[in-house]
């Protein structure tokens, strides 16, 4: 069965400094993607950045960025310059026969 | 990006009454739409994947008889609680999928309180 995995429940940063949030993963299938988003308190589910399992090249969107480490299954967030408003939840999930899978979040809080 | 709205965003009901919530694609046809449960500070967890024009696939351990779920057209699937009790409360989200939009879209969630 596909896993997904977030062991930081929660991080801090420094304002203006880089952050990276880690994401490991196992399947079987050859075939998948890979997706971020960031929950801010208000609830909604804001998608930051999608890495597929066949992509040579690690996925960038602005100041986020994927590292994509297959071997490793891994696929950890890099945001850099962080900002107070990235202050959220961020969840990693993964595509499991079209369902989203979630990793449990980590909760990332940017001091001024 | 494609919308996907969800009302209402918040409910409050009396436990043992029914509460619907409606989820809506505004700008494509959500061929599949999804249900999710999140409890605070929790991961978000599939319940149900609804196909249009079909029933709801649940997923393990989800009461159907409890969440109804109807996906009647293209643009709106509606999750149905049931004769609700306190431990329904919880942050209910849904997404929608379509080719035209070509990724699951999230709603902004309808945070259920059951007094």
């Known amino acids: 069965a596909q896993k997904i995995t977030q062991t930081q429940p929660g991080m801090f940063v420094q304002e203006k400094e880089a952050v990276t949030l880690d994401c490991t993963y196992d399947t079987s299938d050859p075939s998948y993607g890979l997706f971020w988003y960031k929950q801010p308190s208000s609830g909604e589910m804001i998608f930051l950045i999608y890495?597929?399992?066949?992509?040579?090249q690690n996925a960038t969107e602005g100041r986020y960025s994927l590292n994509f480490q297959k071997a490793r299954k891994s696929a950890n967030l890099v945001i850099s310059a962080s900002q107070l408003g990235d202050s959220a939840m961020y969840f990693c999930a993964m595509t499991q026969g079209g369902k989203l899978i979630f990793g449990q979040g980590t909760e990332l809080s940017v001091k001024p | 990006g494609a919308v996907v709205s969800q009302h209402p965003s918040r409910v409050i009901c009396k436990s043992g009454t029914s509460v619907k919530i409606e989820c809506r694609s505004l700008d494509f046809q959500a061929t599949t739409m999804f249900w999710y449960r999140q409890f605070p500070k929790k991961s978000l967890m599939l319940m149900a994947t609804?196909?249009?024009?079909?029933?709801?696939?649940?997923e393990q351990g989800v009461e159907k008889d409890k969440f109804l779920i109807n996906h009647a057209s293209l643009t709106l699937s509606t999750l149905t609680v049931t004769s609700a009790h306190p431990e329904d409360s919880s942050f209910y989200i849904c997404s929608a999928w379509g080719l035209e939009a070509g990724e699951q879209y999230f709603g902004p969630g309808t945070r259920l309180t059951v007094t």
């Open positions: 609804s196909n249009e024009g079909s029933k709801a696939t649940y």
């Open positions: 890495q597929g399992s066949y992509d040579q």
